[in-house]
């Protein structure tokens, strides 16, 4: 008699879970799209006021609080329209993917690992690192393609299509294209600063991401023992923690390398005859005449002409960056709880 009670109830628990889990599955997916969506899109208008201001060694101001760079970037927008602020857009997405091939090819055609494992030894760290490194020369060229686009004026520039990043890239390689003055540096000398940045950016982020994410998952173990974890909760630690930890990585790795990406915009943006907005006025244009002869070079002049805050310039559009990042996630986690709360 109980058993023919209990049996037509399953099939509705089961559709129950069924569809819990789908939501489940949905908002997970919905979460990281708009952690992605935040760190490539919205954040980009912050990248470029970034890096015009690293470059333009003109400035007086150095907007290192997120004041100044609101009030310059409206300025931007005004007089040059929307796309001041998103160029550059699309050829920073092929830049991240042709370091994904690159990486996965040489890792398919050589014994360096692409992941590593547990049980790791020095060897394969050093071999992981190695591939590293390979992957940030094989994109070195387009990314110094996609600077360009990303601090070139609106004013001057002209519509470039959308694979103009490559062009221009296999034409740095082989020495075609746009002319370039002699005060240009050859790829030679940019590969040490720019695999020095890639490299203790991955190794910063890797260990801080790991770091945060153990932190967190301790703290939650403590705090919400299994047997008294409500289903929303369990949800929310299950995506979070991962969320949290990769943006607090991000965040700790770009501040503590920023003077080195100061140094490394510098030199790639040098001699490539780029026009830059003024980032003092708002409006105007500026030329790129740097003559630095290398790393040590460029490290030294800045620190003489401009003082050890130079190597901030624009440091205020990380905050404006990493704020608008924290509060999308913040955003997406009372949604997300609010979704699943009304589905238990």
């Given at each position: 008699?109980?058993?023919s009670?209990l049996?037509?109830?399953?099939?509705?628990l089961?559709?129950?879970?069924?569809?819990?889990?789908?939501?489940?599955r949905f908002?997970?997916?919905?979460?990281g799209?708009?952690?992605?969506?935040?760190?490539n899109v919205?954040?980009?208008?912050?990248?470029?006021?970034?890096?015009?201001?690293?470059?333009?060694?003109h400035?007086?101001?150095?907007?290192?609080?997120?004041?100044t760079v609101?009030?310059?970037?409206y300025s931007?927008?005004?007089?040059?329209g929307?796309?001041?602020?998103?160029k550059g857009m699309?050829?920073?997405?092929?830049v991240?993917?042709?370091?994904?091939?690159a990486e996965?090819?040489i890792?398919?055609?050589?014994?360096?690992p692409?992941e590593?494992?547990?049980?790791?030894?020095?060897?394969q760290?050093?071999?992981?690192?190695l591939?590293?490194?390979l992957t940030?020369?094989v994109?070195m060229?387009?990314?110094?393609?996609?600077?360009?686009?990303?601090?070139?004026s609106?004013i001057?520039?002209?519509?470039a299509g959308?694979?103009?990043?490559?062009?221009?890239?296999?034409?740095?390689?082989?020495?075609?294209?746009?002319?370039?003055?002699?005060?240009?540096?050859?790829?030679l000398?940019?590969t040490?600063?720019?695999?020095?940045h890639?490299?203790?950016?991955y190794?910063?982020?890797?260990?801080?991401q790991?770091?945060?994410?153990?932190?967190?998952?301790?703290?939650?173990?403590?705090?919400?023992?299994?047997?008294?974890?409500s289903?929303?909760q369990?949800?929310?630690?299950?995506?979070?923690?991962?969320?949290?930890?990769?943006?607090?990585?991000?965040?700790?790795?770009?501040?503590?390398?920023?003077?080195?990406?100061?140094?490394?915009?510098?030199?790639h943006?040098?001699?490539?005859r780029?026009?830059?907005?003024n980032?003092d006025?708002?409006?105007?244009?500026?030329?790129?005449?740097t003559q630095?002869?290398?790393?040590k070079d460029?490290?030294n002049t800045?620190?003489?002409?401009?003082?050890?805050?130079g190597?901030?310039k624009?440091?205020?559009?990380?905050?404006v960056?990493?704020?608008?990042?924290?509060?999308?996630?913040?955003?997406t986690?009372i949604?997300?709880?609010?979704?699943?709360?009304?589905?238990?």
């Amino acid at each position: 008699m109980i058993l023919s009670c209990l049996r037509p109830r399953r099939p509705s628990l089961e559709k129950a879970d069924t569809g819990r889990e789908q939501l489940n599955r949905f908002a997970g997916f919905g979460i990281g799209l708009a952690s992605l969506f935040t760190e490539n899109v919205l954040a980009h208008p912050c990248i470029v006021l970034r890096r015009q201001c690293q470059v333009n060694y003109h400035a007086r101001h150095y907007h290192l609080t997120p004041f100044t760079v609101i009030n310059i970037m409206y300025s931007f927008n005004k007089t040059q329209g929307p796309r001041a602020l998103w160029k550059g857009m699309g050829s920073t997405f092929i830049v991240q993917g042709i370091t994904l091939g690159a990486e996965g090819i040489i890792s398919e055609f050589t014994p360096l690992p692409r992941e590593l494992s547990h049980k790791w030894s020095p060897k394969q760290v050093g071999e992981h690192l190695l591939l590293k490194a390979l992957t940030y020369v094989v994109a070195m060229p387009f990314y110094s393609a996609s600077l360009i686009e990303t601090v070139q004026s609106e004013i001057i520039r002209d519509n470039a299509g959308i694979l103009e990043c490559v062009k221009e890239g296999i034409g740095r390689v082989i020495g075609l294209g746009v002319p370039h003055s002699k005060r240009l540096l050859p790829l030679l000398a940019l590969t040490f600063p720019t695999v020095l940045h890639g490299v203790l950016h991955y190794i910063i982020s890797s260990i801080i991401q790991k770091f945060v994410l153990l932190v967190l998952k301790r703290k939650n173990a403590h705090s919400h023992p299994s047997e008294s974890t409500s289903p929303v909760q369990s949800m929310l630690d299950a995506y979070f923690p991962e969320l949290i930890a990769s943006f607090a990585a991000s965040l700790c790795s770009d501040v503590m390398l920023y003077p080195l990406e100061t140094v490394l915009h510098r030199l790639h943006i040098q001699g490539t005859r780029t026009i830059i907005d003024n980032t003092d006025l708002g409006y105007e244009v500026l030329p790129i005449n740097t003559q630095y002869e290398g790393m040590k070079d460029c490290i030294n002049t800045i620190k003489q002409e401009e003082g050890m805050l130079g190597f901030y310039k624009g440091f205020g559009a990380i905050i404006v960056q990493y704020t608008l990042h924290a509060a999308v996630l913040q955003i997406t986690k009372i949604i997300y709880s609010t979704l699943l709360q009304s589905n238990v």
